[in-house]
């Protein structure tokens, strides 16, 4: 919000209430810790990380003039490639993913390619075969999360957006918390719980793809419960308002509101 209202995503003093591309691009560390008020005391994991994800994301929607328009380039522009792609005025939710994927997919470092392309949060998982693509697990977190949220500015700007289970839950630390802290999970090695892992480890990888057909398998038992049909209760509504807050309030009895395993994260993948 406040890097928005001061001018800092905008290229054009004259117009400081917007995003573009030029803008995103000159977006340097220290200016992200001041605008996040980052010290000491009120650290920031992943800063220097999260200022490179907005200098990408300036790069990568100059590079699709198709999704974000051009003279500025801007990420407001995908509402109006929305619209294009919505006969009727209708979009489905897959499709509004598709586009963010094919948008965004170059702004996320160090990540499996496949035939030149940056595939983004998915990750390597050999237990599954031998095969290259057979032992991938997609799992695009903030992909979905941003499609997620762009669902309620399209549909106030006159879109509607539609089968919403298409997407996943979200795999990240205070969902799969929730399962860890919950005991519907368990470490084989406890003593994981107190080392390191990167976020391609087979541990990790494994917890987060458990995390995403759990939150699955607990949809339809509290749908019924609330006494509402499961197409009635989506996914996001249950992430929103449950299992996120849940895992949070389990981390902050448990321990220090810190996930149950110790993720190396860059800030671009949780």
Same mark, same amino acid.
């Given at each position: 919000?406040?890097?928005?209202?001061?001018?800092?995503?905008? !290229?054009?003093?004259?117009?400081?209430?917007?995003?573009?591309?030029?803008?995103?691009?000159?977006? %340097?560390?220290?200016?992200?810790?001041?605008?996040?008020?980052?010290? %000491?005391?009120?650290?920031?994991?992943?800063?220097?990380?999260?200022?490179?994800?907005?200098?990408?994301?300036?790069?990568?929607?100059?590079?699709? =003039? %198709?999704?974000?328009?051009?003279?500025?380039? &801007?990420?407001?522009?995908?509402?109006?490639?929305?619209?294009?792609?919505?006969?009727?005025?209708?979009?489905?939710? /897959?499709?509004?993913?598709?586009?963010?994927?094919?948008?965004? !997919?170059?702004? *996320? =470092?160090?990540?499996?390619? /496949?035939?030149?392309?940056?595939?983004?949060?998915?990750?390597?998982?050999?237990?599954?075969? =031998?095969?290259?693509?057979?032992?991938?697990?997609?799992?695009?977190?903030? !992909?979905? *999360?941003?499609?997620?949220? #762009?669902?309620?500015?399209?549909?106030?700007?006159?879109?509607?957006?539609?089968? #919403?289970?298409?997407?996943?839950?979200?795999?990240?630390? &205070?969902?799969?918390?929730?399962?860890?802290?919950?005991?519907?999970?368990?470490?084989?090695?406890?003593?994981?719980?107190?080392?390191?892992?990167?976020?391609? !480890?087979?541990?990790?990888?494994? *917890?987060?793809?458990?995390?995403?057909?759990?939150?699955?398998?607990?949809?339809?038992?509290?749908?019924?419960?609330?006494?509402?049909?499961?197409?009635?209760?989506?996914?996001?509504?249950?992430?929103?308002?449950?299992?996120?807050?849940?895992?949070?309030?389990?981390?902050?009895?448990?321990?220090?509101?810190?996930?149950?395993?110790?993720?190396?994260?860059?800030?671009?993948?949780?």
């Amino acid at each position: 919000y406040h890097l928005f209202i001061g001018g800092h995503l905008s !290229s054009d003093p004259g117009r400081p209430l917007r995003a573009d591309a030029a803008g995103l691009r000159s977006l %340097d560390e220290a200016t992200l810790a001041r605008v996040f008020q980052v010290s %000491d005391d009120n650290p920031l994991e992943g800063l220097a990380g999260r200022a490179r994800l907005l200098r990408s994301l300036g790069e990568a929607i100059s590079a699709h =003039p %198709d999704l974000f328009g051009r003279d500025p380039a &801007r990420p407001g522009g995908l509402a109006d490639a929305a619209r294009a792609r919505a006969p009727g005025g209708v979009l489905a939710a /897959h499709d509004l993913l598709a586009m963010v994927l094919e948008g965004l !997919s170059s702004i *996320w =470092p160090g990540r499996v390619t /496949h035939e030149g392309v940056n595939l983004g949060d998915v990750w390597v998982y050999s237990a599954l075969g =031998p095969g290259e693509t057979e032992r991938l697990v997609p799992l695009h977190k903030l !992909s979905q *999360w941003l499609t997620y949220s #762009l669902v309620e500015p399209l549909e106030d700007a006159g879109l509607r957006v539609e089968r #919403l289970d298409e997407l996943t839950g979200l795999a990240e630390y &205070r969902n799969g918390g929730l399962f860890l802290d919950g005991g519907v999970l368990e470490l084989r090695d406890p003593a994981a719980a107190s080392q390191p892992h990167e976020p391609g !480890s087979p541990l990790i990888v494994e *917890w987060r793809a458990l995390t995403v057909a759990l939150l699955d398998r607990l949809a339809e038992p509290l749908a019924h419960e609330r006494g509402q049909a499961v197409d009635a209760f989506p996914l996001g509504n249950m992430l929103e308002g449950g299992t996120w807050a849940a895992g949070r309030e389990l981390a902050s009895r448990l321990r220090d509101g810190t996930p149950p395993l110790t993720i190396v994260s860059d800030g671009t993948v949780f």
